[in-house]
Protein backbone atom coordinates (compact mmCIF):
# COMPACT_ATOMS: atom_id res chain seq x y z
CA UNK A 1 0.00 0.00 0.00
CA UNK A 2 1.49 3.34 -1.16
CA UNK A 3 1.57 6.41 0.99
CA UNK A 4 -1.11 8.56 -0.16
CA UNK A 5 -3.18 5.55 0.44
CA UNK A 6 -2.34 4.97 3.60
CA UNK A 7 -2.60 8.30 3.93
CA UNK A 8 -6.12 9.03 3.32
CA UNK A 9 -6.81 5.96 5.38
CA UNK A 10 -5.69 7.35 8.21
CA UNK A 11 -7.75 10.70 7.76
CA UNK A 12 -10.91 8.81 7.05
CA UNK A 13 -10.62 7.04 10.07
CA UNK A 14 -9.44 10.45 11.84
CA UNK A 15 -12.78 12.10 10.90
CA UNK A 16 -14.90 9.09 11.82
CA UNK A 17 -12.67 9.59 15.22
CA UNK A 18 -13.69 13.41 15.07
CA UNK A 19 -17.68 12.62 14.04
CA UNK A 20 -17.95 10.46 16.93
CA UNK A 21 -16.30 12.40 19.59
CA UNK A 22 -18.12 16.00 18.52
CA UNK A 23 -21.74 15.03 20.10
CA UNK A 24 -19.71 14.30 23.61
CA UNK A 25 -19.25 17.96 23.73
CA UNK A 26 -17.79 19.06 27.42
CA UNK A 27 -17.79 15.61 28.72
CA UNK A 28 -14.12 14.70 28.75
CA UNK A 29 -13.44 18.52 30.60
CA UNK A 30 -16.06 17.87 33.14
CA UNK A 31 -15.07 14.49 33.74
CA UNK A 32 -11.47 15.59 34.53
CA UNK A 33 -12.91 18.43 36.30
CA UNK A 34 -14.27 16.01 39.06
CA UNK A 35 -11.60 13.70 39.46
CA UNK A 36 -9.56 17.27 40.00
CA UNK A 37 -7.97 17.54 37.06
CA UNK A 38 -7.68 21.00 35.32
CA UNK A 39 -6.64 20.18 31.49
CA UNK A 40 -7.62 22.95 29.02
CA UNK A 41 -7.86 21.14 25.86
CA UNK A 42 -10.24 18.57 25.09
CA UNK A 43 -9.76 15.07 23.38
CA UNK A 44 -11.45 16.07 19.71
CA UNK A 45 -8.61 19.07 19.77
CA UNK A 46 -5.85 16.37 19.73
CA UNK A 47 -8.03 14.42 16.17
CA UNK A 48 -8.27 17.63 14.70
CA UNK A 49 -4.80 18.52 14.97
CA UNK A 50 -3.31 15.39 13.76
CA UNK A 51 -5.75 15.50 10.56
CA UNK A 52 -4.72 19.03 9.97
CA UNK A 53 -1.09 18.00 10.23
CA UNK A 54 -1.40 15.11 7.92
CA UNK A 55 -3.82 16.86 5.03
CA UNK A 56 -1.80 20.36 5.50
CA UNK A 57 -4.16 22.85 4.34
CA UNK A 58 -3.36 25.25 1.54
CA UNK A 59 -4.48 28.57 3.48
CA UNK A 60 -5.48 31.92 1.15
CA UNK A 61 -3.66 34.61 1.92
CA UNK A 62 -6.71 36.28 3.89
CA UNK A 63 -6.57 33.74 5.83
CA UNK A 64 -2.66 33.43 6.44
CA UNK A 65 -2.54 37.73 7.07
CA UNK A 66 -5.21 37.49 9.81
CA UNK A 67 -2.96 35.01 11.65
CA UNK A 68 -0.20 37.05 11.35
CA UNK A 69 -2.33 40.12 12.85
CA UNK A 70 -3.50 37.57 15.76
CA UNK A 71 0.48 36.71 16.89
CA UNK A 72 1.64 40.26 16.46
CA UNK A 73 -1.28 41.71 18.49
CA UNK A 74 -0.59 38.71 21.42
CA UNK A 75 3.46 39.18 20.86
CA UNK A 76 2.78 43.08 21.48
CA UNK A 77 0.57 42.71 24.37
CA UNK A 78 3.10 40.18 25.87
CA UNK A 79 6.07 42.69 25.29
CA UNK A 80 4.16 45.45 26.67
CA UNK A 81 3.39 43.49 30.24
CA UNK A 82 5.84 40.90 29.95
CA UNK A 83 3.96 39.40 32.59
CA UNK A 84 3.93 35.53 32.44
CA UNK A 85 0.32 35.24 33.39
CA UNK A 86 -0.97 35.86 29.83
CA UNK A 87 1.33 33.04 28.31
CA UNK A 88 -1.41 30.70 27.99
CA UNK A 89 -2.99 32.84 25.59
CA UNK A 90 -0.42 31.66 22.58
CA UNK A 91 -1.53 27.99 22.82
CA UNK A 92 -5.47 28.81 22.64
CA UNK A 93 -4.44 31.27 19.42
CA UNK A 94 -2.48 27.78 18.16
CA UNK A 95 -5.83 25.62 18.34
CA UNK A 96 -7.50 28.56 16.87
CA UNK A 97 -5.84 28.58 14.02
CA UNK A 98 -5.97 24.52 13.83
CA UNK A 99 -9.44 24.83 14.07
CA UNK A 100 -9.45 27.46 11.09
CA UNK A 101 -7.31 25.40 9.18
CA UNK A 102 -9.48 22.31 9.15
CA UNK A 103 -12.46 23.54 7.12
CA UNK A 104 -9.44 24.06 4.06
CA UNK A 105 -7.78 20.55 4.93
CA UNK A 106 -11.05 18.87 4.60
CA UNK A 107 -11.33 20.39 1.37
CA UNK A 108 -8.25 18.58 0.15
CA UNK A 109 -9.26 15.80 1.54
CA UNK A 110 -11.60 13.32 -0.60
CA UNK A 111 -14.46 11.91 1.65
CA UNK A 112 -16.91 10.86 -1.26
CA UNK A 113 -17.81 7.65 1.15
CA UNK A 114 -19.11 10.09 4.15
CA UNK A 115 -22.62 11.81 3.57
CA UNK A 116 -22.46 15.04 5.18
CA UNK A 117 -25.72 16.06 5.57
CA UNK A 118 -26.68 12.91 7.37
CA UNK A 119 -23.56 12.29 9.56
CA UNK A 120 -24.13 16.47 10.70
CA UNK A 121 -27.90 15.96 10.85
CA UNK A 122 -27.14 13.00 13.26
CA UNK A 123 -24.82 14.86 15.26
CA UNK A 124 -27.54 17.06 15.90
CA UNK A 125 -29.94 14.53 16.65
CA UNK A 126 -27.78 12.78 19.11
CA UNK A 127 -27.25 16.13 20.85
CA UNK A 128 -30.83 16.34 21.13
CA UNK A 129 -31.28 13.33 22.28
CA UNK A 130 -28.46 13.41 25.09
CA UNK A 131 -30.24 16.52 25.84
CA UNK A 132 -33.33 15.22 26.33
CA UNK A 133 -32.13 12.27 28.64
CA UNK A 134 -30.68 14.80 30.72
CA UNK A 135 -33.60 17.10 30.70
CA UNK A 136 -35.87 14.60 31.93
CA UNK A 137 -33.04 12.74 34.06
CA UNK A 138 -30.96 15.42 35.75
CA UNK A 139 -32.60 18.67 35.23
CA UNK A 140 -30.97 20.11 37.90
CA UNK A 141 -27.11 20.73 37.16
CA UNK A 142 -26.57 23.58 39.76
CA UNK A 143 -23.82 21.40 42.01
CA UNK A 144 -21.39 22.35 38.94
CA UNK A 145 -20.98 25.73 39.35
CA UNK A 146 -18.49 24.54 42.13
CA UNK A 147 -16.19 22.81 39.17
CA UNK A 148 -16.99 26.54 37.16
CA UNK A 149 -19.87 25.59 34.70
CA UNK A 150 -23.01 27.54 34.72
CA UNK A 151 -25.75 26.74 37.33
CA UNK A 152 -28.75 25.64 34.92
CA UNK A 153 -31.71 24.51 36.35
CA UNK A 154 -34.76 22.86 34.15
CA UNK A 155 -33.19 23.63 31.14
CA UNK A 156 -31.73 21.23 28.66
CA UNK A 157 -27.71 21.98 28.67
CA UNK A 158 -27.22 18.64 26.68
CA UNK A 159 -23.78 17.47 26.83
CA UNK A 160 -22.19 20.91 26.27
CA UNK A 161 -23.33 21.68 29.59
CA UNK A 162 -24.60 24.93 28.25
CA UNK A 163 -28.20 25.78 26.97
CA UNK A 164 -27.16 28.20 24.09
CA UNK A 165 -24.34 26.62 22.78
CA UNK A 166 -26.52 23.29 22.52
CA UNK A 167 -29.37 25.58 21.22
CA UNK A 168 -26.82 26.90 18.04
CA UNK A 169 -25.58 23.13 17.21
CA UNK A 170 -29.70 22.03 17.43
CA UNK A 171 -30.77 25.17 14.58
CA UNK A 172 -27.71 24.14 12.38
CA UNK A 173 -28.86 20.80 12.45
CA UNK A 174 -32.35 21.91 11.61
CA UNK A 175 -31.41 23.97 8.45
CA UNK A 176 -29.47 20.78 7.56
CA UNK A 177 -32.37 18.80 7.36
CA UNK A 178 -33.75 21.40 5.09
CA UNK A 179 -31.48 21.62 2.73
CA UNK A 180 -31.13 17.99 2.39
CA UNK A 181 -32.47 14.76 1.45
CA UNK A 182 -34.02 13.82 4.37
CA UNK A 183 -36.81 16.48 4.44
CA UNK A 184 -38.22 14.23 1.68
CA UNK A 185 -39.20 11.13 3.26
CA UNK A 186 -42.28 11.94 5.62
CA UNK A 187 -40.23 9.31 8.52
CA UNK A 188 -37.93 11.35 9.19
CA UNK A 189 -39.81 14.15 10.59
CA UNK A 190 -40.04 12.42 13.75
CA UNK A 191 -35.97 13.04 14.22
CA UNK A 192 -36.55 16.63 13.00
CA UNK A 193 -39.48 17.34 15.92
CA UNK A 194 -37.50 15.37 18.59
CA UNK A 195 -34.83 17.69 17.76
CA UNK A 196 -37.05 21.27 17.84
CA UNK A 197 -38.56 19.71 21.03
CA UNK A 198 -34.92 19.91 22.66
CA UNK A 199 -34.68 23.51 21.26
CA UNK A 200 -37.41 24.56 22.91
CA UNK A 201 -36.17 22.97 26.15
CA UNK A 202 -33.07 25.15 26.13
CA UNK A 203 -35.02 28.23 26.64
CA UNK A 204 -32.51 29.63 25.09
CA UNK A 205 -33.93 33.14 23.67
CA UNK A 206 -30.86 33.91 21.82
CA UNK A 207 -31.33 30.70 19.82
CA UNK A 208 -35.11 31.28 19.28
CA UNK A 209 -34.01 34.52 17.67
CA UNK A 210 -31.30 32.80 15.33
CA UNK A 211 -34.10 30.44 14.36
CA UNK A 212 -36.38 33.42 13.12
CA UNK A 213 -34.11 35.37 11.31
CA UNK A 214 -32.41 31.96 10.02
CA UNK A 215 -35.70 31.32 8.43
CA UNK A 216 -36.12 34.07 7.07
CA UNK A 217 -32.97 34.22 4.77
CA UNK A 218 -33.90 30.36 3.87
CA UNK A 219 -37.21 30.93 2.85
CA UNK A 220 -35.59 34.13 0.69
CA UNK A 221 -33.74 31.54 -1.23
CA UNK A 222 -36.21 28.74 -1.23
CA UNK A 223 -39.79 29.46 -1.01
CA UNK A 224 -40.52 26.28 1.38
CA UNK A 225 -44.06 26.14 2.65
CA UNK A 226 -42.56 23.20 4.86
CA UNK A 227 -40.62 25.80 6.42
CA UNK A 228 -43.45 28.27 7.11
CA UNK A 229 -45.14 25.77 8.94
CA UNK A 230 -42.79 24.17 11.26
CA UNK A 231 -41.99 28.32 11.94
CA UNK A 232 -45.57 29.13 13.15
CA UNK A 233 -45.69 25.12 14.88
CA UNK A 234 -42.70 26.19 16.73
CA UNK A 235 -43.79 29.73 17.46
CA UNK A 236 -47.13 28.74 18.86
CA UNK A 237 -45.15 25.99 20.96
CA UNK A 238 -43.25 28.93 22.99
CA UNK A 239 -45.66 30.10 25.38
CA UNK A 240 -46.72 26.41 25.94
CA UNK A 241 -43.28 25.15 27.39
CA UNK A 242 -43.60 23.88 30.64
CA UNK A 243 -42.24 27.06 33.65
CA UNK A 244 -40.47 25.29 36.67
CA UNK A 245 -39.18 27.46 39.66
CA UNK A 246 -36.26 28.59 37.39
CA UNK A 247 -35.28 31.76 36.52
CA UNK A 248 -33.35 30.07 33.42
CA UNK A 249 -36.63 28.89 32.27
CA UNK A 250 -38.52 31.86 32.64
CA UNK A 251 -38.72 33.51 29.05
CA UNK A 252 -39.30 37.22 29.97
CA UNK A 253 -36.12 36.76 32.60
CA UNK A 254 -34.18 40.12 32.71
CA UNK A 255 -31.20 38.76 35.04
CA UNK A 256 -29.08 37.45 32.13
CA UNK A 257 -29.87 40.70 30.16
CA UNK A 258 -28.70 42.93 32.97
CA UNK A 259 -25.35 40.89 33.33
CA UNK A 260 -24.65 41.22 29.92
CA UNK A 261 -24.79 44.88 29.73
CA UNK A 262 -22.31 44.42 32.37
CA UNK A 263 -20.66 42.37 30.28
CA UNK A 264 -21.02 44.52 26.69
CA UNK A 265 -19.57 48.03 29.07
CA UNK A 266 -16.46 45.91 30.10
CA UNK A 267 -15.80 45.08 26.53
CA UNK A 268 -15.98 48.85 25.44
CA UNK A 269 -13.72 49.77 28.52
CA UNK A 270 -10.72 47.04 27.32
CA UNK A 271 -11.74 48.00 23.57
CA UNK A 272 -11.29 51.84 24.19
CA UNK A 273 -7.29 51.09 25.96
CA UNK A 274 -6.69 48.64 22.99
CA UNK A 275 -8.11 49.97 20.02
CA UNK A 276 -5.26 49.14 17.30
CA UNK A 277 -4.26 45.91 18.11
CA UNK A 278 -6.35 44.36 21.20
CA UNK A 279 -5.07 42.88 24.17
CA UNK A 280 -4.08 39.72 22.48
CA UNK A 281 -6.04 36.33 21.29
CA UNK A 282 -7.50 35.07 25.45
CA UNK A 283 -5.86 37.71 27.89
CA UNK A 284 -9.23 39.00 28.57
CA UNK A 285 -9.10 37.83 31.62
CA UNK A 286 -5.84 38.72 33.01
CA UNK A 287 -7.00 42.43 31.36
CA UNK A 288 -10.51 42.27 33.73
CA UNK A 289 -8.36 41.87 36.44
CA UNK A 290 -5.53 44.17 35.87
CA UNK A 291 -7.61 47.10 34.67
CA UNK A 292 -11.00 46.54 35.14
CA UNK A 293 -10.79 45.09 39.05
CA UNK A 294 -13.07 42.83 37.81
CA UNK A 295 -12.69 39.17 39.17
CA UNK A 296 -15.20 37.40 36.40
CA UNK A 297 -13.38 35.64 33.99
CA UNK A 298 -16.15 34.30 31.85
CA UNK A 299 -14.68 36.27 28.85
CA UNK A 300 -16.80 38.72 26.53
CA UNK A 301 -20.61 37.80 25.66
CA UNK A 302 -20.39 39.35 21.94
CA UNK A 303 -18.50 37.81 19.61
CA UNK A 304 -17.52 40.95 17.69
CA UNK A 305 -16.96 43.02 20.74
CA UNK A 306 -14.65 39.89 21.72
CA UNK A 307 -12.72 39.92 18.00
CA UNK A 308 -12.18 44.10 18.98
CA UNK A 309 -10.63 43.71 22.07
CA UNK A 310 -8.59 41.06 21.56
CA UNK A 311 -7.76 41.22 18.26
CA UNK A 312 -8.55 44.93 17.47
CA UNK A 313 -9.47 46.74 14.49
CA UNK A 314 -6.89 45.12 12.36
CA UNK A 315 -7.89 42.04 13.50
CA UNK A 316 -11.50 42.67 13.23
CA UNK A 317 -11.15 44.02 9.45
CA UNK A 318 -9.21 40.85 8.35
CA UNK A 319 -11.35 38.71 9.97
CA UNK A 320 -14.72 39.76 8.52
CA UNK A 321 -13.05 39.91 5.24
CA UNK A 322 -12.15 36.39 5.37
CA UNK A 323 -15.89 35.84 6.91
CA UNK A 324 -17.49 37.05 4.17
CA UNK A 325 -15.27 35.99 0.75
CA UNK A 326 -16.20 32.70 2.37
CA UNK A 327 -20.07 33.36 0.95
CA UNK A 328 -18.61 34.30 -2.78
CA UNK A 329 -18.81 31.69 -5.33
CA UNK A 330 -20.88 29.61 -3.61
CA UNK A 331 -22.94 26.40 -5.30
CA UNK A 332 -26.20 27.57 -6.43
CA UNK A 333 -27.29 23.81 -4.44
CA UNK A 334 -25.54 25.02 -1.48
CA UNK A 335 -26.27 29.08 -0.93
CA UNK A 336 -29.61 28.21 0.86
CA UNK A 337 -27.75 26.31 3.63
CA UNK A 338 -25.22 28.62 3.97
CA UNK A 339 -26.27 31.72 3.85
CA UNK A 340 -28.82 30.30 6.42
CA UNK A 341 -26.58 28.87 8.38
CA UNK A 342 -24.23 32.19 8.76
CA UNK A 343 -27.19 34.32 9.58
CA UNK A 344 -28.13 32.05 12.67
CA UNK A 345 -24.31 32.37 13.65
CA UNK A 346 -23.80 35.42 13.30
CA UNK A 347 -27.28 36.96 15.20
CA UNK A 348 -26.17 34.21 18.02
CA UNK A 349 -22.65 35.67 18.17
CA UNK A 350 -24.24 39.18 19.22
CA UNK A 351 -25.42 37.35 22.78
CA UNK A 352 -23.13 35.09 23.14
CA UNK A 353 -18.98 34.26 21.70
CA UNK A 354 -20.49 31.61 19.23
CA UNK A 355 -18.30 32.46 16.26
CA UNK A 356 -15.02 31.21 18.39
CA UNK A 357 -16.60 28.47 19.64
CA UNK A 358 -14.28 25.16 18.58
CA UNK A 359 -17.56 23.31 17.57
CA UNK A 360 -19.37 26.10 15.49
CA UNK A 361 -16.01 26.48 14.16
CA UNK A 362 -15.69 23.01 12.88
CA UNK A 363 -19.21 22.54 11.82
CA UNK A 364 -19.20 26.04 9.17
CA UNK A 365 -15.66 24.12 8.23
CA UNK A 366 -17.04 21.38 6.95
CA UNK A 367 -20.13 22.60 4.60
CA UNK A 368 -18.20 25.75 3.52
CA UNK A 369 -15.24 22.80 2.08
CA UNK A 370 -18.11 20.32 0.65
CA UNK A 371 -20.36 23.69 -0.78
CA UNK A 372 -17.12 24.66 -2.59
CA UNK A 373 -16.59 21.21 -4.08
CA UNK A 374 -19.74 21.31 -5.68
Not at 47 to 71: A, C, E, M, T
Not at 172 to 191: E, T
Not at 328 to 344: D, E, M
Amino acid sequence: MDYKKIKKLISCKLLLIIFAIFPFGQIDKLIFSLLGVNIPLHLIDVFVFLFVILNRPVLPRKVKSFFVVLLFSWALSFLAIQNYAIYPGVFYLLRFFVYMSFGFSCYRFDRKKIDLSKTLFLLGFVIAIAGLLQYFLIPDIRELKILGWDDHYFRLVSTFLDPAFTGILLVLSIFIFLASKLSRKKSNYIFLGLVLLALLLTYSRASFIALVVGGFVYFSFKKSKLFLVLGILFIFLIPLLPHKSSEGANLLRTKSIQLKIVNYKESFQIISRNPVFGVGFNNICFYREKDLNSHSCSGLDNSFLFMLATTGVLGTIAFCDIFFSGLKNLSKKRKPLIWSSFAVILLHSMFTNTLFYPYIILWMGLLISEAYKE
